[in-house]
């Protein structure tokens, strides 16, 4: 194996790998040097592929400590490994050990009084590789050891330690006679009477309230990350801009304290022209982003310049809590705030701009000349996207304080996307972090059979290590910390992930092996911290074995009705599903039950191509039209519909008695929890999402065609959760 497939094997690049078909895909040397060059690697020519393989395998070998060591919580013998000359015993080194409450360990030690692992020759230079003892029984956190050789300070060395449990939070038992239950909406999603187009954080507390009326114990919700804000077209809540912040879209305006403290505000609210505007988004039939944030923008610029004078000049408490928030987020806030101001800046000046990449030279990161004269010349437009963010922090606490108040016990379950836009805030303000040049996408699956690019540029495992995991780990702690349970979209991407060259198709992609067992450590760690349960969502091509992998960490699997089927197709039975599993009966890139019972995902497929031949398509309706009649039989089964039920499995229309059928099939499992999506509750036929598309279908756009204050009053959504309330 020459040079350049052993740095690929080092790093993780899998040379092949087989998709749900059977089909094997052989990884070609261009794509293979692309990928390499995207995780930072001089590939170039023979000679220089050549130092980089060396470079690499000899990096932990050339410094004392490796950047982190990541320990069982379980085990009372920690240790780390250290890197000395050979044959020095008497050399002698001190170590101080700082845990995360400010404890210190310290200690001295000769090299002689160690045991030695290994050795090896690096630079001409006789090295040894010794286990280092720490002290026993460390208490779960982020701890930071320094090794210092006595008399020569230049060979300090730091490493972070990180202790960590191996499983996660567990979902607390249900109620005596009863189960977790919940349900999912796209929060924009929601129609209300008060709200100025799509929903907001207010209509999240109203809907909590509600759900809780029904006996839920827990609401779910798409991705609530920091978007681009205002954007018509690029909405999709799983290609954030930035996964630690929160889209500011969801600010309920007239709900900011200053709005009620600013007349100007409110007279331009109750002016005509404003409520002919307001009316208009209020009765569009999908949400029109573009429109609802121009109208939001313009009262919060009104609310932050109040919010300015009369606040921030006089000192008051609402001051100095703005103040706190902003020293607490820190760089990260600066870093948001500069980027969103930018991004407005740049698309009120031309729509056709959209991330960095089209932004004019000079703007390519925060450090960047024209970057820099715009923080001087704009601090007011700066710190106004820190008051939004400030003001959406607020609001979403408070939507989860309205939880646990009407009796959540779970609270939210949120949704962690799988990455972040390539042209967004997360990237641009640390982009050391990524690997730029590649998108994270997924093969051919059942999903999309063509396979996808999503466009979200992968955090780089090389630099992770390095960073001591710091960017994963913030993100993590940033949507755990307002979750009682937290979905990991594509959870598959902790083992590995599929990458596609820009520019290229699903076709050139290749696998990329990821740290698994620190990864799922650190999600463990984050999970407890937060109490926070963690679902973790493995659909499309799961490796053997990961599933019992994530079992074994407390991670509740995620399962979907479609793809519960023995391999004669026919559907498991409800007691065949896990206990520690997230049960539904489908999701935002599925079809909902009465899609799928029509076959609608297919109409769309077939009419917009994405279908490989006219012979996929018939097959796929063939399929459908076989498994209604599975479906149908194992309701019957399983006691769910009578044997004179009178459903035609030929007939494409799902009747409400089906639709509660299979509502009632899922709720017998013994799953820990069991979530409805809100377009199975009103048994819509249209999905959230079709996979593969952006404009051909109305992803993310589409309302709900009834308010909030009625979504329960509807007799299916009685029905099922009548059904679910009995456990």
Not at 195 to 214: I, K, P, Y
Not at 261 to 279: D, N
Request: charged share 20%; net charge negative.
């Amino acid at each position: 194996m020459n040079a350049l497939w052993s740095l690929a094997d080092c790093v993780g690049i899998e040379p092949q790998y087989w998709d749900i078909y059977g089909q094997q895909h052989q990884l070609d040397t261009n794509t293979c040097k692309r990928v390499l060059s995207c995780m930072g690697f001089d590939v170039s020519t023979d000679d220089a592929t050549e130092r980089s393989l060396q470079t690499h395998t000899q990096r932990n070998w050339r410094r004392a400590l490796r950047p982190v060591h990541i320990l069982a919580d379980e085990r009372d013998d920690h240790a780390v490994e250290l890197v000395a000359p050979a044959d020095s015993p008497e050399t002698v080194l001190h170590w101080r050990l700082e845990l995360e409450d400010g404890l210190r360990h310290r200690g001295e030690l000769r090299l002689g009084q160690l045991q030695e692992l290994e050795r090896r020759e690096v630079d001409g230079a006789e090295l040894a590789r010794y286990r280092l003892p720490l002290p026993p029984y460390l208490p779960q956190g982020y701890h930071d050891l320094r090794l210092t050789q006595i008399g020569q300070e230049a060979t300090a060395a730091h490493s972070r330690v990180i202790v960590a449990p191996a499983t996660c939070h567990p979902v607390a038992a249900a109620s005596p006679g009863s189960r977790h239950f919940g349900f999912a909406a796209q929060l924009y999603a929601l129609q209300s009477e008060r709200n100025w187009g799509m929903g907001d954080f207010s209509d999240l507390a109203v809907l909590a309230r509600l759900t809780a009326e029904q006996g839920a114990t827990t609401l779910g919700l798409n991705p609530l990350h920091a978007s681009y804000t205002g954007h018509s077209h690029h909405i999709s809540p799983y290609s954030p801009s930035n996964r630690g912040f929160l889209n500011l879209a969801y600010i309920d305006v007239e709900a900011v304290p200053d709005f009620s403290a600013c007349g100007q505000a409110q007279q331009t609210v109750a002016s005509p022209t404003f409520q002919a505007r307001l009316q208009a988004v209020r009765d569009s039939d999908h949400v029109n982003y573009g429109a609802v944030w121009q109208l939001k923008r313009d009262i919060l610029v009104s609310l932050f310049g109040h919010f300015q004078h009369h606040e921030l000049a006089n000192g008051s408490p609402r001051a100095e809590a703005f103040k706190a928030f902003c020293l607490e987020r820190g760089t990260a806030l600066q870093n948001q705030a500069l980027f969103d101001a930018l991004f407005d800046h740049f698309y009120r000046e031309d729509a056709s701009r959209c991330g960095w990449q089209s932004w004019p030279e000079g703007y390519t990161s925060p450090t960047d000349s024209g970057t820099q004269h715009f923080i001087a010349s704009h601090p007011d437009a700066i710190e106004f996207q820190c008051y939004l963010h400030w003001v959406a922090e607020e609001q979403l606490r408070d939507a989860t304080n309205v939880c646990s108040r009407v009796g959540l016990s779970m609270g939210l379950y949120l949704d962690l996307a799988v990455g972040c836009d390539a042209g967004g805030a997360e990237v641009w303000a640390d982009p050391a972090a990524f690997a730029s040049g590649v998108s994270v996408g997924a093969p051919p699956d059942q999903l999309s059979p063509s396979g996808q690019a999503w466009g979200l540029t992968p955090l780089n495992p090389i630099t992770l290590e390095e960073r001591a995991f710091e960017p994963f780990v913030r993100v993590l702690r940033e949507n755990a910390h307002l979750a009682g349970t937290l979905r990991i979209d594509h959870v598959l991407g902790l083992k590995r992930q599929f990458w596609v060259p820009d520019g290229e198709t699903a076709a050139s992609g290749c696998y990329v092996r990821q740290p698994l067992d620190d990864l799922l450590r650190l999600v463990a760690l984050e999970s407890r911290r937060a109490q926070c349960a963690i679902v973790g969502e493995a659909l499309g091509t799961v490796p053997p074995g990961f599933e019992d992998r994530l079992a074994a960490s407390g991670l509740l699997a995620y399962r979907v009705l479609y793809f519960e089927r023995w391999d004669s197709l026919l559907f498991k039975r409800p007691d065949a599903y896990p206990e520690g599993a997230l049960v539904t009966g489908s999701t935002h890139d599925l079809p909902t039950i009465a899609g799928w019972w029509q076959g609608r995902e297919i109409e769309w497929m077939e009419q917009i191509g994405l279908f490989p031949s006219a012979e996929h398509a018939a097959a796929a309706r063939e399929q459908r039209q076989a498994d209604r009649h599975r479906l149908v039989a194992a309701l019957v089964d399983a006691g769910n519909l009578p044997h004179d039920h009178g459903i035609n499995p030929d007939n494409p229309t799902a009747s409400p008695q089906l639709l509660c059928a299979v509502q009632g099939y899922l709720t017998a499992s013994p799953g820990s929890l069991m979530v409805i999506p809100i377009e199975d509750l009103l048994g819509l036929q249209e999905q959230v999402n079709l996979p593969g598309t952006v404009d051909q279908h109305p992803n993310w756009r589409q309302r709900l065609p009834c308010t909030l204050e009625t979504l329960f009053d509807h007799n299916l959504a009685r029905a099922m959760t009548e059904r679910l309330r009995m456990g």
